[in-house]
């Protein structure tokens, strides 16, 4: 290709309607049409046969026993089947003949308005002399200046007067009125009126050459176009009721028929109101044609009329058909009209509504179908070729070619020194065209790969002008157009693909759009394979030709790595040929290089097919990822059964927990159609994980869950290899410890353990950092009951212990804790054999002894928050600590008071000072003393018996001790140590010695008060002198008296 | 376990668990030992575990008795210092007896590639079970019973494979104890390796996964993906010499860079 003549002739050479490019490069870019199928009138029959273009050209045009016959031929075919490429090949034929006894015009589509169309049958010259050609030409030019919007709102008004005007009953006097209600309805006409609805469409016909690439639609109301969804009806809530009633019965799912019958009854007015609309009465054009016959006639000629395609002709359809039908002879000799041929192009679609009206008129039928270009691969290639050829050519020279007879040996041919090393096809003439950008492959896979029509038009839109603008303005993006198309590449060659791409030394961030290319590259362009010949191949595509498509890292990759296999000569060279050559397109070019062992069933296949199909959708054309959730259960069941993870430091209890409540939610994927923001770890679209997807599909439907399929070791390398780069991030969820040795529902698991044991009064009496190890594997199993520990303790003690005790997860807590640290073979997470796993064990106890068995909020983040049995562990503890602190000021001040109740006891003891064991015995010495005194003098108290005053007095130094704690000042003390130095319950410990010090006390005072009373009452008596006891002298003089008498004896 | 019958209760994760006991509290008397790793009032089963899991951190030089019978730790700190460390201290002490049980069966799951497959878990397939047993001698009883079950957590481990545990599939790709046989090699960073000298400097020990490969020049699944990711995780770079006296043979991948052949190995990384 000549990349600078392309420049610019690209616009001229593919302008998709065929009219409008120039005779040259019509011709230089024509191939023969060569299976036309013909049906010809014979009698009252059509005879059906197929020929080629030059056959029906002559059968027309050429044959004696036809050329004064009246013929009317119809060429049909679906939108851009090449009717108009056909009838222009004929026109270039007419024209360039020898022979001037028929006027040959040729209607244009480009100029398809109604007053276009009559405007050129005005311009033929031997008609300039027709009577009342200015007043024709005065109706051409009427209504030029009308706006647009002005000139659409009478379109549609027009359609209203029709309707109210209406007398054939076709819909009954209501139905009419309500439609009528209908169309006068505000909401309703600008629906019909926006842009691309139907008086859009209409107004277009009338006024201007349509610029949308599909020529062939047809102006006129659509069922779609008349069909309402309940939104809409709802806005037609204020409407008048027969305008709601209407449109009640336009409703979607409601009777289709009635909706049809609508459509068709406002499209009977189309051709009135379009005429009424261009200011052109009924008859007037049938009247200029008459006359413009009349007047050939008058001059000896005939008149050949091509219509590229009546379907276009909106508004005198109906008078063009009738004035086309017209003969010359017979009942129409007295008009003394010319000969008429005409040859006229309808879309299948159009055709089929006048057919049946007009089948007793027409000549011949001829029908050009679909791919009927394609049909034969060497027809298709040589079309690519001269469209190629010609772009790559300077107009001038094709003209001088065209001029001198456009003989097709002659054909001018750019020479392609700097391309030669690409597909090239042979003509006749055995010059070889480029066929760069393209191969032979590149156009037959291209074009079996359109989902458009594959028509000459579309072939040409679709992959001739984008390949050639990519080649022209940006090679290195090349080839782009087809990145989004299907291929039958194997998913083997596309996996290697990538897998090369991702291993080149190029950005990552051009990974993506590299491979890409690339793929569709080697999908389209090559023979699908990855094999690189002895003959500088690669797919059967010289390297340089990569080279040149900046492919150049992959080629260096590739052919670095490959076996180098040889090279397969093409059986035979594609020429140019008069006779077809058996198709070869949709068959595959080359059969997979994968010998595929085990046998699929179709039905497992199709699903794999199906499922590939949506990732596909997904990934290329950036869809939503849909029917994901089995592959994504899948994949996430994978990894969690094939990670060994205690091996990896994941305790098998937090990795079932974590199972449990997040299932196959582990793994997601970017853009699934529903519930990203559930899954765990998102995999982005890349091609990593668009394989990763297709290898579980494979591992689903193909081997029914199993790795039982085609190939599947390829498939395991790459399950495997994805898990290994992934392990780290599935563990670490997993583990979820992040710079810790414990997962925060673990920790507080643990630290729940400690304030449960010191609660309960079992705790040891050490610092908090120097709690045992085995603290936290003895389970606490039941709450405190023994009567030492049931008194002394402040309420809210009593409260927060019970709290731990009655709460459901209190025994999920420490089972969890516990679960945690055993090392469990295999899967068996319930396993009633434990062996402790010590290693995080140990620094499980170092992280703990470090938190001084404190809790944040915010430890538990939002994965094991997102687990409840994590989330409930973690809150007891939460609101166990959050209550310790009211119970730790309540202990110490209740230890306080007791310590200063005691001491009172003591003089010259403060609460600062220590209360030894030794004045607490002195002290119960005392007591003991004054109980022997008050049993000596009989005084009447409740005395305390000594064996119990000596049991204190063996327990001094535990009282001295308990002492000593209840007088501790706890104001630095964090809550934990004074929980465990109150957990042995102090103030129980010296509440029972209180009690004793206090009954002592009031035992003295007591025995004095009864001393003092009986004093009072001798002194009464009189018998009280001198501040002494009377009964003291009565004594003595007994004694004495006694005494006297035992020393005279 | 490695140079004695098989058991099941040996788990890597238990024997690194005593070890590190050990070297924590020796000389601990055996009892004691046994409370700590087995907590008496946690273990509900009516066997322990300490015995067989003892034994094994024994033969592997780990721990002993001293004079006065007391447990003590015989081996180096180092070696236990994680998971990773052990692992591969295992990997260079396990496979010097070609003989053994644990050698022969972890040969066998290496050279079959991709064989096993179609007949799913490797633990109650007829078939496989016949196969290993045809391949090492080990009675097919012995091999249900025990020696399966215990040698997929090693193998596992060790850095063979992955284990799907439930359906209880082998899926070889030995990439980690590649890369152990690397770091005890004898290899230099930047250097280009021929596959021979390649396999030559690897750890002794390899050789447990190279039957028949010298013979044939073909490399089994699990060393050819091991070398495939080294390569794609460009830790190495596989190559092809034209000219190389000597080509080998990777298991076939249609879909890697490398679908067969390869005839060098240059380290792009050091192994660490």
Known sequence: MNIATARKRIGQVLRIDSIDSTDSDFLATHVPFRKIVVNTRSGNQFEEANRSEEDIYKEIFDNAANREQHQFVIVEGSSGAGKSHFIRWLYANLINREDDSDVVLLIRRSDNTLKGTIRQLLDIKEVKEIANIEAYERLVKANQAITEAKFKSTIYHRFIVEIENDSSETLSSIKRKKLIALLNNSIFQDRLMSAGGPIERIYSKITSSSTNVDLDSIAQFTPEDLTLDVDFVNQLEDADKKARDFANSLMEDNDNEFIQKITDYINSFVETVI?????????????????IRRELKRKGKGLILLVEDITSFTGINQALLNALVTGHTGSNAADNLCRLISVVGTTSEYYRQFRDNYKDRITKQITIHDGAIGENSNDLIQFVAKYLNAVSLESEVLDEWAKNGAYSEEMPVHEDKTHDYWDSFTLVSKKK?????FTKNAIINLYSAMTSQKTPRYILRDIVEPAINEVIYDISAFPRFCIGWRSSISETVENRIGNIVSSLKIPDEAKADYRKRLVAFMSFWTNKTLDVTDDGCIGGVKTIAFMELAFGDFVAKLTSTATIKSSIKPQKEDIATEEPIPSVINKPPIKPTIVEKPLIDDKSQKEYDSFKENVIAWHRDGGKLIRFVQIRNEISSFVYDSINWQQEGVPLDSKKLFMDSIGGRL??????????????????DTDETYQLLLCFGKWIYLGKKSWNFPDAASAIYFATSWLERNKEKFVNVIKNTANSAIPAYIKAAMIEQVYKKAMNGTIEDVKPNRISDETFLSKETTKNTLPSFSKGHSGSWYELNNFIFNDSKNDESYLSSIRYFNLIQGNQANSSNYVLNYPLYIDAIKEIR???????????????????DKREIFELTLKTISKVHKVVEEETALARNTAIEVLDFFDNIDIEDELEASDIRSMLNDISGFYQKAYEAG??????PKEQIDKYKSEAQLLAEAMEKLQRDYSCEKDIAVLIAFSSNPVGCVLPFLELLKKALSDVNKANEMMLNEKETLTRKGSWNDSVDPRFAERRDGFENLFSAFEEV | ???????????????????????????????????????SELNTAKTSYFRPVFDTAVELGLIGYDDDHKVVFTGDKNDIKSLKEFRRFCNSKVFYDSTTDFYKMISCFLSVNDEWLQYGSVTTSNEIIRMINKETDISSLKLEKDVILGVRFWINYLGFGYFQETDKIFLPNMYTALK???????????????????????????????????????????MSNALRLMHDNKEIELKIHLDSEKTWHLFPNEEHEFTSDVTHVVIKKAVK
């Open chain 1, 275 to 291: 005429q009424s609309s261009a200011g052109i009465e009924p008859g007037d054009f049938e009247q200029i044609f008459k006359e």
């Open chain 1, 433 to 437: 065209i480029s066929l760069f950008p």
């Open chain 1, 667 to 684: 793994v997601g994927f970017e853009r699934q159609d529903q519930a990203i923001e559930k899954c765990i770890i998102i995999f982005p």
């Open chain 1, 850 to 868: 470090k938190s001084d068995y404190i809790l944040e909020d915010n430890e538990l983040n939002e994965t094991e928050d997102a687990v409840k």
């Open chain 1, 939 to 944: 005084i009447n108290i409740g005395i305390v």
């Open chain 2, 1 to 39: 376990m490695f140079f004695s019958p098989i058991k099941t209760e040996p788990i890597p994760e238990r024997v690194f668990s005593i070890s590190k006991i050990v070297l924590d509290k020796a000389p601990i008397d055996e009892k004691e030992l046994e409370h700590i790793l087995i907590p």
């Open chain 2, 180 to 222: 152990d046989f690397m770091a005890l090699g004898d290899f230099e960073k930047g250097q280009e390796y021929s596959i021979e000298d390649f396999l030559n400097n690897l750890h002794s020990g390899s050789a447990v996964a190279l039957k028949n490969a010298r013979v044939s020049q073909t490399l089994n699944l699990a």
